[in-house]
């Protein structure tokens, strides 16, 4: 497969493009700074600068033209403020979304984080952060023309990936590593009977093929 990854420079993205590429799929990752380029390349993915906060939908679509998958990954990142959570935490998903229906790639998967609700009350950076998560989420899955799944993960950890996780419509708080995140995207991304899902995810017993096959019916 042909997978186009928003976020490309991220710490889950930059796992997920390994895992893909040592896999055999052609990866892609949209990445803002000419400088993060060398970190894809040696993660086997093909870097390609562009802004999703800039970026026109015709801009984005002609990269995912000819893919087989889109992830989001994206995120304004800490440090960043209640405007940017909504221009890429929502906006740029939103984008992303409008730019794969227009170029014909059905297969949409969205990390998003757990408890993300466009209606969450409060006035704290995180409270804008899920309530633009939520916003792209509740976008996302109002879309029939794409075979989404939405990944919610739990508290990221830097741990080293166990393999084994809790995955499901609701599993209740807890950590995860993003090595075990990134497993599970890579699989998700082989199992399409997850489309129209929404998944939370956090560290538990079950290893991620099982947990994915279990959520995906087969």
């Given at each position: 497969m042909r997978i186009v990854i928003a976020g490309g420079h991220g710490q889950i993205a930059l796992r997920l493009e390994r895992l893909l590429s040592s896999g055999g799929h052609e990866v892609a990752g949209l990445i803002r700074r000419p400088e993060?380029?060398?970190?894809?390349?040696?993660?086997?993915?093909?870097?390609?600068?562009?802004?999703?906060?800039?970026?026109?939908?015709?801009?984005?679509?002609?990269?995912?033209?000819?893919?087989?998958?889109?992830?989001?990954?994206?995120?304004?990142?800490?440090?960043?403020?209640?405007?940017?959570k909504d221009t890429v935490d929502r906006g740029a998903a939103v984008l992303f979304a409008d730019?794969?229906?227009?170029?014909?790639?059905?297969?949409?998967?969205?990390?998003?984080?757990?408890?993300?609700d466009a209606r969450r009350p409060g006035d704290e950076i995180f409270d804008a952060y899920l309530r633009a998560k939520g916003a792209a989420d509740d976008d996302i899955r109002s879309r029939p023309d794409?075979?989404?799944?939405?990944?919610?993960?739990?508290?990221?950890?830097?741990?080293?990936?166990?393999?084994?996780?809790?995955?499901?419509a609701h599993t209740g708080g807890g950590p995860v590593p993003r090595d075990d995140v990134a497993a599970v995207l890579a699989e998700l991304l082989d199992t399409p009977a997850t489309a129209g899902l929404t998944l939370e995810l956090i560290s538990g017993s079950i290893p991620v093929s099982v947990a994915v096959k279990d959520v995906a019916g087969n």
């Open positions: 993060q380029a060398a970190d894809l390349r040696d993660a086997g993915a093909e870097p390609v600068v562009l802004d999703l906060e800039s970026a026109s939908v015709e801009e984005v679509a002609a990269v995912l033209e000819g893919a087989d998958a889109a992830v989001f990954a994206a995120g304004a990142g800490p440090g960043s403020g209640a405007d940017r730019a794969a229906e227009r170029a014909g790639v059905r297969r949409y998967v969205v990390v998003s984080s757990m408890g993300a794409l075979e989404w799944t939405i990944l919610r993960p739990g508290s990221l950890t830097d741990d080293a990936g166990t393999g084994l996780v809790r995955l499901g």
